[in-house]
T-cell receptor
């Protein structure tokens, strides 16, 4: 059982380049998320997808786009990378009980360490 | 005001002692509360969840929730050097299914 798989694990981009971070989960979770983690800032939500076919902005969406390709996959795209996007990116998934709104907690991927020079 | 606040530490305790980690949250309507452990260079790992007032015990870990005071805590009994990590508090607001995370408390257990 792989859980949540993120690729790549490391990436160096030049300013202005684009790239897509891939995420796939095999736990049949309905909700998926992209976070970035920066020193002193904690984990901040970029985008999330409550269910297949829906996406919503989180706390820091500027400069990013997402695609919920199917129930398993949720990708994050940087169209024109900037040094401020240097960070560690985590994908996560969770099972959410819609009635009552209970959330059973995230399972995180191993992270992507991105450096923009 | 931040959604979730934690004392960043560092917190140091001797091996075998009780480590106490604290977290406050701003939205009184929050309904789900979680503690994650994150080792340096690794991803966060869920260790405890709590949904109602009171204590919840799992092995050496006890989560405590006081909704009236908007306060969540994590107690680690018989602390071990392997418990040395950053502990993240996360809160799920009633209006959505995304979590808000604190910045984490760094714990060091001294052998």
């Amino acid at each position: 059982n792989a859980g949540v798989t993120q690729t790549p694990k490391f990436q160096v981009l030049k300013t202005g380049q684009s790239m897509t971070l891939q995420c796939a989960q095999d736990m049949n979770h309905n909700s998926m998320y992209w976070y970035r983690q920066d020193p002193g800032m904690g984990l901040r939500l970029i985008y999330y997808s409550a269910s297949e076919g829906t996406t919503d902005k989180g706390e820091v969406p500027n400069g990013y786009n997402v695609s919920r390709l199917n129930k398993r996959e949720f990708s994050l795209r940087l169209e024109s990378a900037a040094p401020s996007q240097t960070s560690v990116y985590f994908c996560a998934s969770s099972e959410v009980v819609v009635i009552g709104g209970a959330n059973y907690g995230y399972t995180f991927g191993s992270g992507t360490r991105l450096t923009v020079v | 005001q931040k959604e979730v606040e934690q004392n960043s530490g560092p917190l140091s305790v001797p091996e075998g002692a009780i480590a106490s980690l604290n977290c406050t949250y701003s939205d009184r309507g929050s309904q789900s509360f979680f503690w994650y452990r994150q080792y340096s260079g690794k991803s966060p790992e869920l260790i405890m969840s709590i949904y109602s007032n009171g204590d919840k015990e799992d092995g050496r870990f006890t989560a405590q929730l006081n909704k009236a005071s908007q306060y969540v805590s994590l107690l680690i009994r018989d602390s071990q050097p392997s418990d040395s990590a950053t502990y993240l508090c996360a809160v799920n607001k009633i209006s959505g299914n995304q979590f808000y995370f604190g910045t984490g408390t760094s714990l060091t257990v001294i052998p």
